[in-house]
């Protein structure tokens, strides 16, 4: 097994691989000291960012109760929000779903984070064209 060039190791993996592929039974202090006088020196890999699981910004009541059992169209619609990361951006896709069929109701990708605006205009417009009503304009939402 040759030296993992690619890799850049720090003194104690050094020393296992030493171990591992010529039986080599070296001190770590004395890889170390070596390591140091020849300038062999490990990269030290930078942190990625933390996009975790941080406080919610908006909740709502559960209002499914994890029954997702549908008999007729258009009565549960669930929504995602996803977060694409795009080179130093993100681009923001929401989607509706009909519980009834999986089929994907509405969705729309944006630069911004006006989702929750978004999604309300979507329903609106839906709603009243499935009930026959006039269908809302978006500036009077």
Avoid: Q
């Avoid at 890799?7 to 070596?34: A, M, S």
């Avoid at 890999?45 to 007729?72: C, E, M």
Wanted: charged share 25%.
């Amino acid at each position: 097994m040759p030296y993992p060039a690619k890799r850049h190791l720090r003194y104690p993996r050094v020393r296992v691989w030493l171990k591992k592929t010529f039986g080599l039974n070296v001190n770590h202090k004395r890889v170390y000291r070596l390591m140091k006088e020849l300038g062999i020196r490990a990269r030290i890999r930078r942190r990625k960012p933390y996009f975790g699981r941080r406080d919610a910004g908006i909740t709502s009541t559960n209002v499914l109760s994890r029954d997702f059992h549908v008999t007729a169209p258009n009565t549960k619609w669930v929504t995602d929000v996803t977060y694409l990361p795009i080179g130093s951006r993100f681009l923001y896709l929401s989607v509706i779903f009909d519980l009834y069929n999986n089929e994907v109701v509405a969705f729309r990708i944006g630069l911004y984070f006006e989702i929750i605006r978004t999604i309300s205009i979507i329903i609106t417009n839906i709603y009243c064209k499935t009930e026959g009503e006039e269908v809302a304009d978006e500036s009077s939402i």
